[in-house]
Structure formats: structure tokens, C-alpha cells
């Protein structure tokens, strides 16, 4: 079992940073690829960046590459979505999620929801003009 707790979101005007944190507890072989991903209202969950913890290799969708890094602290069991230049449409709930698949991510599945069994509560994030 796996169990995943968001931090870090807030209130911020356009142009600011954030750090969101989460952090990881339970049985580290089925939490390898560990992904960040985002919801905002009536739209569906998308997946923004993803980590294995093993390789360190990162993914980053499209839309935010250049923006967002996403990082790990390994004795803390933490991962890291630092946020920077923000804008309006980065307003959503961030969602930490873990895949269970040992092998790790790849660069076809680690943006999709399905593949991914737990996930922590969330954590707003909301961008004003």
C-alpha cells in the first residue's frame, strides 16, 4: 500500500512561483514512477511531469516544459513540482500520483491517469491576473 500527501499549493498572482511537495509512504517497489498531474474544473486530469525514482529520468508535458521541474529527495521519500512563471490557466487542483508498474515510466504511459493506482488528496493552486 501505497499513501501519497500533498503540500505547497496556494494563492499566487501571475508571474510567481510555487513548490509543491509530495510525500511518499509504504512500499517503495510500486511507487517508482511517481507523477505529477492537475484538474481544473469540469476538465479532465492531466498529467504534467513525471519521475522515476530509480533512473531519475524525467518526462514533462509540452505545455509547461520549461516552466516546471520536477525533482525527488530520496531520504525523504518527497518528490518536488516547483512551479515558476505562473499563469491563470496553471489554476487546478495538483494531484501526486504512483504507478505500480516495476518497471518504471516511459514516455508513452506516464502522462495517462489510468496508469497510475494511488494518489493523494491534492493540493489548490490558484493563479490571479
Known amino acids: 500500500q501505497v499513501r501519497l500527501v500533498e503540500s505547497g499549493g496556494g494563492s499566487v498572482q501571475t508571474g510567481g512561483s510555487l513548490r509543491l511537495s509530495c510525500g511518499a509512504t509504504?512500499?517503495?517497489?510500486?511507487?517508482?514512477?511517481m507523477g505529477w498531474f492537475r484538474q481544473a474544473p469540469g476538465q479532465e486530469r492531466e498529467g504534467v511531469a513525471a519521475i522515476d525514482t530509480i533512473t531519475g529520468a524525467v518526462y514533462y508535458a509540452d505545455s509547461v516544459k520549461g516552466r516546471f521541474t520536477i525533482s525527488q529527495e530520496k531520504p525523504k521519500n518527497t518528490i518536488y513540482l516547483q512551479i515558476n512563471t505562473l499563469k491563470p490557466d496553471d489554476t487546478a487542483v495538483y494531484y501526486c500520483g504512483a504507478d505500480p508498474n516495476l518497471y518504471g515510466c516511459n514516455s508513452a504511459s506516464w502522462s495517462r491517469a489510468a496508469q497510475y493506482k494511488y494518489w493523494g488528496k491534492g493540493t489548490q493552486v490558484t493563479v490571479s491576473v
Open positions: 509504504g512500499d517503495t517497489y510500486i511507487r517508482r514512477c
